[in-house]
C-alpha cells in the first residue's frame, strides 16, 4: 500500500517494535498490526476488504510530525517497509496508553530501550502535541534510570498545565502532575 498508493501511513507502535526485536514479550501470530497515518488518511477499499491474517489498527493521529523519525525497514532483504524508528514506535504505544494498549507493558519495552537517540528524542518530544505522552515518557525513562535521559534538554520540552488522570484511582507523581496505576509507582 505505501508503494502502490504513497499515502504517509507506516508500521508503527507494538508493530515497529516487535518487527526489531525489540519488544518485552514473545508475540502470538494474531497480534494486531498497528498502522499510523495522517488524521484524514482514509485507505483504499481493496485494503479494507483484503482478508488479513491479523487484524489491522489503523490509528489516525496528528501528534508527532508526519514523516519524523520513519525508516526503510526490509527482513532478509525483501520488501522495504516504511516503520517507526524505536523513538517514535515508544511514543506512538504511549499514545494508545491506556485504553488500547497496557501502560505497564509500555514501561516494561521503555526499561529495555537502553540505546535510544537522545537527539531524536529530543526533537520528536519538541514537536509532539500529546501533554499526556511526554509526560508519560518523561515519567517512565527517569524511572527505568535511563542514561540518554541525562542528553535530553527536558527545558525544551513543553508539559503544559494541570494535572493529567491516566488512569483513575491511580498513584499521583506530583513531578510528572500525572496519576497512573499503582504498578508503576516509585516504589
Known amino acids: 500500500m505505501q508503494r502502490q498508493t504513497e499515502m504517509q501511513v507506516h508500521a508503527g507502535g507494538l508493530t515497529s517494535i516487535s518487527l526489531q526485536g525489540l ?18 488518511t482514509k485507505l483504499p477499499k481493496w485494503f479494507l476488504n483484503q482478508e488479513w491474517s491479523n487484524r489491522i489498527v489503523h490509528v489516525k493521529t496528528i501528534f508527532l510530525p508526519e514523516n519524523a523519525a520513519l525508516f526503510e525497514y526490509s527482513q532478509g532483504g525483501g520488501m522495504k517497509l516504511q516503520i517507526s524508528s524505536p523513538e517514535r514506535a515508544i511514543l506512538e504505544c504511549l499514545y494508545l496508553a491506556p485504553d488500547r494498549f497496557d501502560l505497564v507493558e ?6 529495555g530501550l537502553a540505546n535510544l537517540r537522545p537527539k531524536i528524542l529530543e526533537d520528536l518530544l519538541e514537536n ?10 518523561l515519567f517512565m525513562a527517569s524511572k527505568a534510570k535511563h542514561q540518554w535521559l541525562d542528553f535530553l534538554d527536558q527545558s525544551r520540552i513543553e508539559l ?6 491516566i488512569v483513575k484511582g491511580g498513584v499521583y507523581i506530583s513531578k510528572y502532575k500525572i496519576s497512573i496505576p499503582k504498578e508503576l509507582s516509585w516504589e
Open 23 to 40: 519488544s518485552h514479550y514473545v508475540r502470538m501470530e494474531n497480534e494486531p498490526l498497528y498502522m499510523f497515518s495522517p488524521q484524514y
Open 106 to 111: 509500555c514501561y516494561q519495552i521503555l526499561e
Open 128 to 137: 509532539c502535541n500529546s501533554i499526556k505522552v511526554k509526560r508519560l515518557f
Open 160 to 165: 503544559g498545565t494541570g494535572d493529567r488522570v
